[in-house]
């Protein structure tokens, strides 16, 4: 088959065309089950395989894919007649960033495969899990277990050959109850990353366990909580939430192609303009986040994106300062284009597809914010006058170019001088994107950071759902409004 798809890059490179790559998916296997107060309520088993072509033709794209690898010539032409009609409607010719030739393999870290585990062991640490979840309080309990594994071979007119092997690992367990007022509330936990792989291995029962107990204990503590106030505070983001704004405030905004007005569904513009980069005041000087895809062991490492680019460590807000994009190949020729200057050095590395049957648009590698210097969430409570600390996704709304947003949270502890007071129950927070990371005024040690997987970014049309990673420290920030 490789030798197959060389062969016709090599037959498509005689004629016009400029670049062709193709991505081959020998296997792309999924599996998941989801358990509901003690029953199976879901356990499937998926696998596909197939091969995407791509093709630039007098600067536009043409693409085909097929799960039918048995005539691949007449997919190469697919492709390329593709591109022959787009280009007659060409408006900004693409262009690619220079890359170099690579030979590689990128095999991600884990030790069992989960595809050999027996489905009677998944069922079993599910009823593990939802027995420990049975609890007073808990009206609702949800264990979930989600597992892929794929293997993409990638090849183009420029040289390289790569090979990657991708398992991710997603559980989660989740309780829910109700309040006197007939208001559902709920914690979840999904684990952080621990340790250096992630196939089953990483299901340890103790740690889930320990967590079962923390979630359920939360959630009684929110039942029979009174609601957030409505005024203005501090607020102290644990990771469990600060993912969610850095992944819709920074991740989202950030995106180049969004930038240049391409991504327009799902909240989709940004207010970040070509203009802004090296000047624009994103947040204060403690604010420093990366897009690193070297990060070990999380879903935004991949080792080569779908433009076959090394995974790299870009710094997108230095000290503040808006420095960088989430950036593929094409977008970045067309960004220095418009912008009549070079911002970009070449591509960032983020251009990826969900499936053989996608094309690749800019993704989310890790988007991370790096560890400060003011200690322990002990330490930033400590220097705390009037705040609230928040944790657990719980809803999210954003404005249309990523201007402001509104998130309400699982669960809040507000705190008073300096100490932790009481749980309180429906608590949220809103703001305006650049004011509140201006009011940045403290970002926890390395001993508070922590990754967080999201299992589900949804960009494209037709949907790509994604997957990545966030490190991230507790943060705080002050004068927010909370309650409303
Ligand atoms: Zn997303």
């Not at 093709?55 to 010539?73: E, H, M, P, R, T």
């Not at 103790?206 to 359920?216: D, G, L, P, S």
């Not at 703001?431 to 990754?451: D, H, I, M, R």
């Amino acid at each position: 088959m490789l030798k197959q798809l060389q062969e016709q890059i090599e037959r498509l490179k005689r004629t016009s065309a400029t670049y062709v790559d193709a991505r081959w998916y020998p296997v792309e296997e999924a599996n998941s089950l989801m358990m509901w107060n003690g029953n199976l309520k879901n356990a499937t088993a998926s696998r596909e395989s197939g091969v995407g072509i791509r093709v630039l033709y007098k600067g536009a794209w043409g693409f085909s894919a097929s799960s039918d690898v048995g005539q691949v010539a007449a997919l190469f032409d697919k492709a390329f007649d593709n591109a022959r009609v787009a280009a007659q409607r060409v408006t900004f010719p693409i262009r690619l960033a220079e890359k170099d030739a690579i030979q590689a393999l990128f095999n991600s870290p884990n030790r069992i495969d989960p595809f050999r585990v027996p489905l009677a062991d998944k069922v079993s640490f599910l009823q593990d899990m939802d027995e420990k979840l049975k609890q007073p309080g808990v009206l609702q309990r949800v264990c979930e277990l989600i597992f892929t594994r794929k293997q993409i071979v990638y090849v183009d007119s420029e040289g390289s050959q790569i090979e990657k092997n991708i398992i991710e690992v997603f559980p989660s367990i989740q309780v829910m109850g109700m309040d006197a007022q007939g208001v559902t509330h709920s914690r979840k936990y999904s684990p952080p990353r621990v340790g250096d792989t992630r196939g089953w291995e990483t299901l340890d029962t103790q740690m889930f366990t320990e967590n079962a107990e923390r979630i359920v204990r939360e959630l009684n503590q929110v039942l029979a909580a009174e609601d957030c106030p409505k005024e203005d505070r501090s607020v102290i983001l644990l990771p469990g939430i600060m993912f969610l704004q850095t992944h819709e405030t920074i991740g989202h905004a950030l995106e180049l192609d969004r930038i240049l007005g391409y991504e327009l569904s799902y909240a989709g513009g940004s207010f970040v303009t070509l203009g802004d980069f090296g000047h624009l005041r994103y947040g204060s000087t403690k604010l420093t986040a990366r897009a690193d895809a070297t990060l070990p062991n999380s879903p935004g490492s991949f080792g080569y994106d779908d433009d076959g680019v090394p995974a790299q460590d870009n710094l997108l807000i230095d000290k503040g300062i808006l420095v960088g994009a989430i950036t593929g190949r094409q977008m970045v020729e067309e960004a220095n284009a418009r912008a009549r200057k070079q911002i970009f050095n070449g591509s960032g590395g983020a251009n990826r597809a969900t499936a053989f049957y996608r094309v690749p648009i800019e993704r989310m590698t890790n988007i991370n914010i790096d560890p400060g210097d003011d200690g322990s969430l002990d330490d930033i409570v400590k220097g705390t006058e009037k705040g609230i600390i928040l944790d657990g996704e719980k809803s999210w709304s954003i404005g249309s170019n990523r201007e402001q947003f509104h998130f309400a949270t699982d669960i809040g502890w507000l705190v008073e001088e300096g100490q932790v007071t009481r749980v309180v129950k429906n608590s949220t927070y809103k703001g305006e994107t650049l004011k509140f990371y201006n009011s940045l005024s403290a970002v926890g040690g390395p001993s508070t950071w922590q990754v967080q997987y999201v299992n589900n970014c949804g960009k494209g049309q037709p949907n790509q759902d994604m997957q990545l990673g966030h490190g991230i420290p507790v943060c705080r920030f002050d004068h927010v409004r909370i309650g409303e």
